[in-house]
């Protein structure tokens, strides 16, 4: 089994960065992809940032350049570097991970997820 635990949420305001991690334990060999999603009260959850094991990373239309996602040195460590956060960013972020090839408009397609980490931006 694949456990993930998320941190680094918090208040920041409008203009700052935050850096979310993500630490996976377990069985992390069974893992091919991860990402991170959000989901803002009232609304759906959302793709932000996707990166393979081979280290492709794919971003959501709204990052326009402003997030990376990126493994630890070790990759049981995922890290969201998000920079000029807006009040929009506000949300409930979301590590997850997949045992296949990912596809990153399809929740169900996402085998393990944390229980997610807080970030409100205050503008």
């Known amino acids: 089994q694949v456990q993930l635990l998320e941190s680094g949420g918090g208040l920041v305001q409008s203009g700052e960065s935050l850096t979310l991690s993500c630490k996976v334990s377990?069985?992390?060999?069974?893992?091919?992809?991860m990402a991170w999603f959000r989901q803002i009260p009232g609304k759906s959850r959302e793709f932000v940032a996707g990166?393979?094991?081979?280290?492709?990373?794919t971003y959501g239309d709204f990052v326009k350049g402003r997030f990376t996602i990126s493994h630890g040195n070790s990759k049981d460590t995922l890290f969201l570097t998000m920079n000029d956060l807006q009040g929009e960013d506000t949300a409930d972020y979301f590590c997850?991970?997949?045992?296949?090839?990912?596809?990153?408009?399809?929740?169900?397609?996402?085998?393990?997820w944390g229980p997610g980490t807080h970030v409100t931006v205050s503008t």
């Open positions: 377990g069985d992390i060999w069974r893992i091919y992809a």
């Open positions: 990166l393979t094991s081979g280290g492709a990373a």
């Open positions: 997850s991970g997949t045992k296949t090839f990912p596809d990153y408009t399809t929740l169900a397609r996402w085998d393990f």
